[in-house]
């Protein structure tokens, strides 16, 4: 089946520091959503992007649609200790069509 | 206020034991789903319903069952035959037309 591949798998950075992550995949899509997960909890949508080549800020991230339409990045910039938590990329190419999810970046903040 | 619920939070059974996990929604969505996340995994979807009365086998149902009588609930019951229950289980929802799926706070499942 489809796959998405996330990296890095985890990042350790410093309060203050901006923030890249990136999703591909072998295989077109024309959606991609960024989820957040705090610890314990269930993932959050940040932000849904619709159109190659698409750019869209939701706060301090932005999320681009790659031109491609096989991959998609999402920043963080100035990043503060709340934005700890694993990201997830998404997209539908399930087996039957349904949602399929990448393996998460997990982002540590150090104060 | 408008969500997805979850309920409980944390389930403890022991093996051998069926359970049942709970998820109510009053967005008034159609679609509802079932994952399963284990540590430092994706989520994995185990059951889906488009509609009322009707659900689809996901990627991982074996040891699973779900019904869906009513458009706001959508119960998983992980039965004795799954061989390792022991994760987290996350519901989601989905308004017909929408990519946007909306997810539960989450239970985890520990079986002893």
């Known amino acids: 089946g489809q796959q998405l591949n996330q990296s890095p798998q985890s990042m350790f950075i410093q309060e203050g520091e901006d923030v890249s992550m990136n999703c591909t995949s072998s295989s077109i899509f024309n959606t991609w959503l960024w989820y957040k997960q705090d610890p314990g909890e269930g993932p959050v949508l940040l932000i849904a992007?619709?159109?190659?080549?698409e750019l869209t800020s939701n706060g301090r991230l932005t999320a681009q649609f790659g031109i491609t339409r096989k991959d998609s990045f999402l920043n963080i910039s100035a990043s503060i200790p709340s934005d700890v938590g694993i990201y997830f990329c998404s997209n539908y190419g399930g087996s039957q069509g349904n949602l399929i999810f990448g393996k998460g970046t997990k982002l540590s903040v150090k104060p | 206020d408008g969500g997805i619920t979850q309920s409980p939070k944390y389930l403890f059974r022991k093996e051998g034991q069926n359970v049942t996990l709970s998820c109510e929604q009053n967005?008034?969505?159609?679609?509802m789903y079932w994952y399963r996340q284990d540590p430092g995994q994706g989520l994995r979807l185990i059951y889906y319903s488009q509609i009322v009365n009707d659900f689809q086998k996901g990627d991982i149902a074996e040891g699973y069952s779900v019904s869906r009588e009513k458009k706001e609930s959508f119960p998983l019951t992980v039965t004795s035959a799954q061989k390792n229950p022991t994760a987290f289980y996350l519901c989601a929802s989905r308004i017909t037309g929408s990519n946007e799926q909306f997810f539960g706070p989450g239970t985890r499942l520990t079986v002893l």
């Open positions: 992007l619709y159109k190659a080549g």
């Open positions: 967005l008034n969505h159609d679609a």
